[in-house]
């Protein structure tokens, strides 16, 4: 597996000499939990679920993908045993998707209160179009707050897991 050969490898100074491959590889692997967790989180706004819902159980979907594979294939210099960094990684995630939900849900909000109505107003859109707006306006505010989670993720791991602070 091509995650699996890159290996963690220090140098002299006990740092990672593939900081930006290590960095690369876990936007892979946060791809595909992202992908679980912006289904899941699509799947509850159509189902009728407030954005701030959605995001809470999508996110910790796809958080729990990354935290267990992210151990094992990426972050493999463990410094924390697994019940201590299980129970970091969860209070980590709990502070860090209530932001990212409550930003996504204010994102939406502002997007739907604000930016729909001018553009509806001024910019004669048919009712259609309007209501195809309104629909993207969940996914487009979870894309749009995405890389910021991601590396804070990617930051978050590496001082639990690691004890290590990689910024790249």
């Keep these: 597996m091509l995650i699996k050969s890159s290996g963690y490898c220090p140098d002299e100074q006990g740092?990672?000499?593939?900081?930006?491959a290590r960095l690369h590889h876990f936007a892979i692997l946060?791809?595909?939990?992202?992908?679980?967790?912006?289904?899941?989180?699509?799947?509850?706004?159509?189902?009728?679920?407030?954005?701030?819902?959605?995001?809470?159980?999508?996110a910790t979907c796809g958080v729990s993908f990354v935290f267990v594979t992210?151990?094992?294939?990426?972050?493999?210099?463990?410094?924390?045993?697994?019940?201590?960094?299980?129970?970091?990684?969860?209070?980590?995630?709990?502070?860090?998707?209530?932001?990212?939900?409550?930003?996504i849900a204010g994102l939406g909000d502002i997007c739907t209160t604000i930016l729909l109505p001018l553009l509806s107003r001024y910019g004669q859109l048919s009712p259609d179009a309007t209501s195809l707006l309104h629909a993207l306006i969940p996914p487009a505010a979870k894309i749009a707050l995405t890389p910021i989670?991601?590396?804070a993720n990617f930051v978050a791991m590496g001082l639990i897991v690691e004890r290590r602070l990689h910024l790249v």
């Design 30 to 58: 946060s791809g595909i939990g992202w992908l679980i967790d912006f289904s899941i989180f699509n799947l509850l706004v159509y189902l009728g679920l407030s954005l701030f819902v959605a995001n809470v159980v999508g």
């Design 15 to 20: 740092q990672s000499a593939h900081r930006p």
């Design 70 to 103: 992210g151990r094992r294939y990426i972050f493999r210099d463990v410094r924390t045993r697994l019940s201590t960094a299980v129970f970091a990684y969860a209070i980590w995630n709990v502070v860090a998707i209530a932001a990212m939900s409550w930003a």
């Design 149 to 151: 989670s991601m590396y």
